[in-house]
Each structure stands twice: as structure tokens, then as C-alpha cells.
């Protein structure tokens, strides 16, 4: 008796908000050009770049969508989604290269398991490009982060992921109020309907911020914006954002203060070597993957780094918890839900 034939593959629409990112969208969209799963559609959404980065899209065999203005990356994506036709949305940004068998990894998990709503990857310990001090330092404890956090996951990583399109109907549109997190959001409401996975059988190379003044503002703003949104739930998400993160940056903020005094004070020394101890002992395996990748006189230049954005962290989120108690608007900024959202 002949076996019957296979199911077919299914169509899986890639969406890729693009903003100004000259730079990598030709590897981006080059690194979708070779993969290996079929069929598949491209949806590039340009978010109002004036750049030029749109126009080196267009020269792809992409469906090219330009936002009337910019709407941040929430907006773009459900722009994206609203014309694609695929049955599983991949996610991918576009400073984000994938590897070939990214997309057909996501679909075999999907096939593998069919409850689960969403598969997000895991960026290489190498960068897209060659990059500087902060960009080495943001690249390794992103995919450290992310890689120590594998298996199921409330926090989403859009930048680099697969999500069922019946899902992500399900959970409801990104708020495209939300500018900065969206992810968390969106996540949030698809994780309580469907289990979510982060896996290192979906893989790219990410190329991050490379200046320190930038990488800490968005630290900042992002840390403030997530206050609301950890109260209203009385938990953090699961996956990379663990007890011994919390302590650490904490303590991170400690040595920091202690510093000045400490020049002058003994005991104030006493509080920040203490504290900064604390602060490498709480996510030690970081540290250790640090050293054996590059060793000494690097792991000293990405604890230095880790320690300011950890302060500017704990300096975020006082000043949500600030806001918090002053207005009532951003008490509930995550309680209204976007149209077509349940």
C-alpha cells in the first residue's frame, strides 16, 4: 500500500519592520533569500526611514509596505501581519541575518509541537558586523542571556521569531502605543494562551548598539517603561530575567553609590568591594562565558560595561516607581488593550 504523501510545507510569512538600517538590510533580506524552507513570503515594512534603506529593500523580491509616518516597531509589524497570508508569521528585524535553516528549524519545532504559539531564536555570540568595545559587550550578553533561558519562556523576542498565525490572532495586535515594550506586552498575552519556546535551533547574527551613551538611555527608558507592567502582575517574565539579575543589579547600583565615600571612608570601601562581588557572584556563569570566550583583559571591560548599564537599570526603575506613584495614566499603561486585541 503507498504510504500517503506528506502534508505540504506551510507558508510562513517573514515580517521585517525596517527603521533606518542602511547598514544591514541588504544581509538581512539576502539571509532570507537563502533559506532553505519553502514557500515562503517576504513583508518588509518601512517605518519612515530617510536613510535610503527602503529603496535597497525594493531591489529584493520583497512586498514592500511604507508606513505613511513613523509608528515604532509595534505599529510596523502589525502592518506587516495585516499583509502577509503565511500561516506562521516569522519575525525577523532587520539588523538581523538569519542562518539558512532558521526558518525550517522553526517550522519543524512548530510541527514537533503543535500547542506551542510561538518559537523565538537565539542570536549568535557573534555579531553581524565587526563591532566596538560596546557592541562586543552587547552582543555576548545578549545571546548569553537568551541562551541560559532556553525552554519555555513568558518574555517574547521578536527580533527573532516564529509565532502561529492563529496565535498571534488569539493574543491580539502589538499596542502600537507601546514604543519600547511592545514585546513584553504582546508576549504577555500570548504566553497565557499558548506556550512559548526559546530555542538555539533558531539562529541569527544580530548586529546591536555600539555606543554606550544610546545603549544606556534605552536601558534607562526601557527599565522605567516595565515598572507598570511588573506591578500590575506582581512578577517578572519567565526566562532571562531571573532573581540573581535582580540582586545583582541592585548591588550594581550599591558599589556605584558607595564609590565617592568610599574614597575618603573605610567602611563605605568595605560596602562597594562587597557589593561588587555580590554583583559578579549573582550571574557568575555570565562571567565565566565571558572569560572563555575572551579572556581576561575583555571579561574586565564587559564587567565595567555590565555594571554601568545594571545602575542606569536600578536608575529606571526608581524613576518608574516615581512615576508610578504620580500618575494614574502610567499606573495603566498596560491595561489598555490595542483594537483587534481580545
Known amino acids: 500500500m503507498t504510504p500517503p504523501p506528506p ?38 515594512v518601512d517605518d519612515a526611514s530617510t536613510d535610503g534603506s527602503a529603496e535597497l529593500a525594493a531591489a529584493h523580491p520583497v512586498t514592500l509596505i511604507r508606513a505613511e509616518r513613523n509608528g515604532g516597531p509595534g505599529a510596523a509589524r502589525n502592518l506587516g501581519v495585516h499583509h502577509s497570508h503565511g500561516e506562521i508569521v516569522f519575525f ?39 563591532e566596538t568595545l560596546v557592541g562586543q559587550y552587547r552582543i555576548l550578553q545578549y545571546h548569553y542571556w537568551r541562551k541560559s533561558a532556553e525552554g519555555l519562556v513568558s518574555g517574547g523576542f521578536y527580533a527573532l521569531g516564529a509565532v502561529r498565525r492563529t496565535a ?41 548598539e555600539s555606543r554606550m551613551r544610546p ?27 531571573t532573581g540573581g539579575r535582580a540582586v545583582a543589579s541592585v548591588l550594581a547600583a550599591l558599589s556605584v553609590a558607595a564609590l565617592p565615600p568610599a574614597l575618603w571612608w573605610p567602611p563605605a570601601a568595605l560596602v562597594c568591594v562587597f557589593a561588587l562581588a555580590g554583583f559578579v557572584l549573582a550571574d557568575l556563569g555570565q ?50 488593550v490595542p483594537a483587534g486585541a481580545p
Not at 498571534?168 to 494562551?193: C, K, M, S, V, Y
Open 7 to 44: 502534508p505540504p510545507s506551510p507558508l510562513v510569512s517573514v515580517v521585517v519592520p525596517l527603521h533606518n538600517d542602511r547598514r544591514s538590510i541588504d544581509l538581512c533580506l539576502r539571509s532570507l533569500a537563502a533559506q532553505s524552507h519553502t514557500p515562503l513570503e517576504v513583508v518588509v
Open 287 to 336: 562571567y565565566r562565558f565571558v572569560h572563555r570566550e575572551r579572556g581576561t583583559p575583555f571579561l574586565l571591560w564587559f564587567t565595567l560595561a555590565h555594571l554601568l548599564v545594571n545602575t542606569v537599570v536600578v536608575a529606571g526603575l526608581a524613576a518608574g516607581l516615581a512615576q508610578y506613584a504620580a500618575s494614574g495614566r502610567f499606573r495603566h499603561l498596560y491595561d489598555r
Open 215 to 241: 545603549l544606556l538611555r534605552k536601558a534607562f527608558v526601557r527599565s522605567r517603561l516595565r515598572v507598570p507592567f511588573y506591578l500590575g502582575r506582581g512578577r517578572a517574565m519567565q526566562g532571562m530575567e
Open 92 to 130: 525577523l528585524d532587520a539588523d538581523l541575518a538569519l542562518h539558512p535553516d532558521a526558518v525550517a528549524e522553526a517550522v519543524a519545532v512548530f510541527a514537533e509541537n503543535p500547542s506551542y504559539g510561538a518559537v523565538f531564536g537565539i542570536p549568535d555570540k557573534e555579531p553581524l558586523f565587526a
Open 168 to 208: 498571534f490572532e488569539e493574543a491580539g495586535r502589538f499596542n502600537p502605543e507601546l514604543r519600547q515594550t511592545e514585546e513584553i506586552d504582546h508576549a504577555e498575552r500570548l504566553a497565557a494562551r499558548r506556550p512559548m519556546l526559546l530555542t538555539s535551533r533558531v539562529r541569527g547574527r544580530l548586529s546591536d
